[in-house]
């Protein structure tokens, strides 16, 4: 079993950056895919980014290549989503997510374990 807690999302402007924090318990981190997911109101959960287990491998959605950059820290069980140049589009709660393995990247179907979520919104 894994837990994971998101964190460090808030209310940003257009164009600034955050960075959220996904923690997850367990004594196998480095096992698990993890992977960011978003949802914006009204909307299906959309895949944003991916990294393998050992960092290897990153994977991102074109809507945010080139502005957010995944990495993890296996000594610390924890994964980052870096988000630059932010704007209104990418407002939504973001999701961490582990996969055990590297079944799929971008499928949400494909994740074993999900946070709780951390609201992120960017005003114009």
């Known amino acids: 079993q894994v837990q994971l807690v998101e964190s460090g999302g808030g209310l940003v402007q257009t164009g600034d950056s955050l960075r959220l924090s996904c923690a997850a318990s367990?004594?196998?981190?480095?096992?698990?895919?993890m992977g960011w997911f978003r949802q914006a109101p009204g909307k299906e959960r959309d895949f944003a980014a991916a990294?393998?287990?050992?960092?290897?491998?990153?994977v991102y959605a074109d809507s945010v290549k080139g502005r957010f950059t995944i990495s993890r820290d296996n000594a610390k069980n924890t994964v980052y989503l870096q988000m630059n140049s932010l704007k209104p589009e990418d407002t939504a709660v973001y999701y961490c997510?582990?996969?055990?393995?590297?079944?799929?990247?971008?499928?949400?179907?494909?994740?074993?374990?999900w946070g709780q979520g951390t609201q992120v919104t960017v005003s114009s």
């Open positions: 367990g004594r196998t981190f480095s096992s698990y895919t």
């Open positions: 997510a582990a996969e055990y393995g590297s079944r799929s990247y971008t499928r949400p179907d494909g994740y074993d374990y």
């Open positions: 990294i393998s287990g050992n960092g290897g491998i990153t």
